[in-house]
């Protein structure tokens, strides 16, 4: 009815060491046998974290049970491969490989997965060591001053700033040079100031506004002279004399 | 399980394999151990009481797969416990000592099945049926040897005498219609005897035996318990002569004592308690528990007390009962919805001490619902609407007052009562939707047929609903029930609807808020439902429209509607289906050709079928998966298009090649088309296969058993550089896929897979793998991505993509269950919510997880610990700041001027 396309493609990408795809010869898949594999977890004393410690055989075909000296046999194994890890909330062990041959030998190496041939032999009985506790919590960020100094907004803001105040500070001793400063800084002031206003400006006209709106009152003479704002006092000393003047004249 | 509402603290908890072999098949307690067999007899272990940690544990010497065991407590000697396991028989002794074992001659047509103790032999009893006989083996029980065996001629075949017959102390009793056969056989002889010595006692009953049950048994007294057709109870006391002290001349007698009132469901349980040997007769009555105290007497029973119980909701029957008299009389029952309870008899009544949902750790389908809308944003819906420009503006205005005028009450409400109502409120907060909908209900259905209402906030049960006659459908072995959100909460003038389905053509369909029962969406179908479909349609009032496939291939719309209604009338409509019979996947054209028809036959458009492979199973994308952009921006900004087919599904099969070798095979299929997209083929792997499809991508993990290892296949597809047609997708479009693939080694096993969804599908996906050990991990997509190259291009670099390892580095970090393992996981949920970056989990099987994850760390809201104080002094300061700056920098400017 409909032709099916089968697209068969190469399947794997795994790569592997080409010395390891021999299994352990004496090793059959088929187990049988009956045998038990067995070992110790060592904890610190005093740590009652056995209860919840666990131990799997080919990630749970076979489950252990710790004895309370955190000895552990488990019974019933058919001769072939196994991994062997020791599974507890509070505590990493490393996994370990155990091969039964059909004789009933038994010898302990390192898994690796990636050569899963390589034999480097471990102690048998097993000892399972703890790696110490997992740690299963990123590291909460702390506020700290270095970071925020350090930060390149930070610096970026801090630089110019700096130039500002240190180069006035160098021009000011060459005249030549503190003239070409002046002219600059007036080919910039009306740029800086007139179209786009000063956000302290903004601020200090929200926030202190009613004093700032007082010089234009004072020019209508309705009031005495801001001491505060030094140019509104210079601004508003010269329509007051001319009010004076007025008055004498009338009088 | 976890219940978080019931005060049950359990000291520890052992938790055995998933397997066969965890499968416990008897406990003996002792004094301070439990001596539990498992596994049909091929292990045996104890574990103390204290801290459920082994003492012993053995196993016997030869392996099998057994079938059938029979575990016996020799009577005469407490300590020694006989297995028999189909062909082999063990003796252990309580102390961890193997006392012998035997390996009993295996033949097909024998079969061993039940064992029993004297003083001096262990006792076979297994089945012959080429030759029609009952043997009786006797093995010497020092030694195990076998001595002498007897045979009978036997009527029954293997099923019925499992069924029919059983062991009690030392003798073997057996029903056949209205008679029940006492063999207090092997009493006679240690003596070389011949044949037919075994003559049974027969007890001759008025109607056929339902069952009996051998509800005691001690050296001197056994008590059975008879059922008959007509609900008649018959029990019978056997005692022992004294005289013959520890010889096996002693035979049983019996007496018949008084029978009982009917009830058919009834359940009996006997324990000593001050001397008296008590019988407890309970049966369930609608939500209520009855038990009937009784003393058995020497030749008489006298009823003492009866006792009843009210169940806070209904359980169904009793399953089980057990009743301890230790220190207090306690009886401990299972009920037919899974539920444990503990009833305490005292002076003044029984009263109900626990009551947990053990069926919790039997779900079978999931799912999350939203919150309701609370009255306020619900009035905030009705600001918009209505047609003419007045009317609008009318509305808008009447609802922001009265939504002013609720604000301002609620205020007043708030100062004047404070805390006197605030439990209530807390209670009413936990059913209203949050700001980010981040708490929802999960509605989840289990195995037994018991429906839960779960807070996700919490973990507390909202409600609970008990549907006693409801079967699951089978799916590839595994229970499953299609569960349907027909309604959401959306629509606030209508209650929010979900449905489940069982096999037996029912339709239940409840309020996901309350569980309570909408009856007229509650039928039985006069069909056969074999396949469930959700229409993307609704009806009038809201509802989703379901398209039920019949096992004769009609469609049926439910609730009753015309299929036009419930079928998209710009795009066609395909459906599959699966036949497990022809190992066939079939597609069907849906065609409507009236406009009032409600029901349809199919018309088959292709068919792909499987030779010489089964197919295990079959993976759909979810239906939340939502694919947020069409392409991959690659290093020098051209983009590689996705190939989003959002009709394919993944097919898993199994099979043995020529060369005797097990292969594991993986297809995607258009289900439109019938056209295979992808083909993978893995030779010696170990299923079961985890697969996920999502968006343009594939995930599967087996064992490889070459290697030994769990590994990890993920395969992209790809339209390539240019899009075939960028407004729409359409299974007919002549696309091939590119494909890239990559295998990765997994660290663990894998007991269950899931991506996470987040609503708009902006965040990045990550792959959430429950494994044997109790872990949860959280593994970015970044890591299993099928592009990583071999190789670093300064392209790949500019992308992001990280160098490719074989090796699945996993980090404790990635653990999102930290300490809190859990185990024996079967599948995980996962749902969006309202805020991006966020996806909630839902493990569950034997224990139940909830969290939230953030694929792409958060980055729509603010941390947990965001220093608000902080941010709030520094805006003053500067404000401040700035005001002062302003004074002197005027300050200076005048002194300036005036220079």
Redesign the interface.
Known sequence: MYNILFIWLTVFTVIVHSQSSHDSPAITSEGNGSYKIEGKILIPPGDNSLETTRVLIDDGQYIGIPQVDGTFVVCGIPSGSYVVSVVSPLHVFEPVRVDINVKGKIRARKVNHIQPGEVVTMKYPLNFETHGIPNYFQKREVYRLTDVIMNPMFLTLLVPLLLLLVLPKLASTDPEIQRDFQQASNMLQPNFNNPIPDISDVFANFLGGPKKSKPPQIQGGSGGGSSTSGSGGAVSAAPKRKTTDQTKRKS | MRNYSTPLVSP?R??????A??KIDRIIWFENEALVVS?NG??V?T??YT?????????????HEPKHSHIIKNHRDSGTIHILSDDLLWSVSSYGEMLWSVELPSKSTLKNLFLLSTSQFVVVISLDSNINQLIFTYHEKVHGTKTSSKSIRWSLDLNETKKSCTTANDIFLCSIKNHLSIYNSPASNSIQSTTDDIVPEQLTFSDSIENYKVIYETNTNILVLVTLINNDKVLYKFFRQQQATSSDNSNWEYIQLEIFTKYPNSVYSVAMEKGNLILIQAYATEQKLNFQKYTVNERSIVLSRTYAVELPELMGDIEYLQYHSNNSPLATLRMNDGSLVVIKFGEHGAELILHRDESLSAIVSAEAFDLSLSIGQMRIEEEFGGTGMLSMFIRRITTQTSQLISFVLKIVDFIIHRHKNQDFMEKQAALVRDEFNLNKILVVVTSVGKVFGILTQSGNILWKQFYNDFTPFDNFNQPSVPLFNIRTAAHYTHQPLASIYSQNTQIKTFNPYTGDNVANLCTTLPYQIRRVFVSSQIDEEFKKVLLLIDKKNKVHTFPSVPLIRALGTTTPTYIYLFDKTEQAFNGYHLTVNDNEQTSTDLQEV???VFKNEDVVNIHTRLSTDRVHSNGIVLGDRSVLYKYVNPNLIAVVTEGVDYQKVPFVNLYLVDTV??????????KKVKPPVHVILAENWLLYTYYN???????AVSAALFEGYTQYNFSSFSSFDPIVPM?E?????L???VTAIQVTTTEKGITAKDIIMA????MLIEIPWMFIDPRRPLDMTQMDREEGLIM?T??LMIN??Y?IN????VYNIRSIHTMATGLESTSAVFAYGLDLFYTRVFPSRLFDQLKD?F?FM?IGWATIAF?VG??F???F???Y???K??K
């Open positions: 520890w052992r938790v055995l394999e998933s397997n072999l965890g596994g091929r292990r272990r574990i103390r801290e459920g940690l082994e003492l012993w544990e053995l196993a016997p010497p030869v392996i292709w068919r792909v088309t019938g056209s295979i997209k992808l083909a993978r083929t893995h058993q070459r290697y030994r290892r769990y590994e494909t693939t990559k295998a990765y080694i660290p663990y096993g494994t044997p050990n109790g490719y074989p090796e404790y970090e653990v930290y300490y809190q393992f610990d220093d902080f404000v700035s005001y700056a302003r004074r920098a005027s300050n400017t005048t002194k001027a005036w």
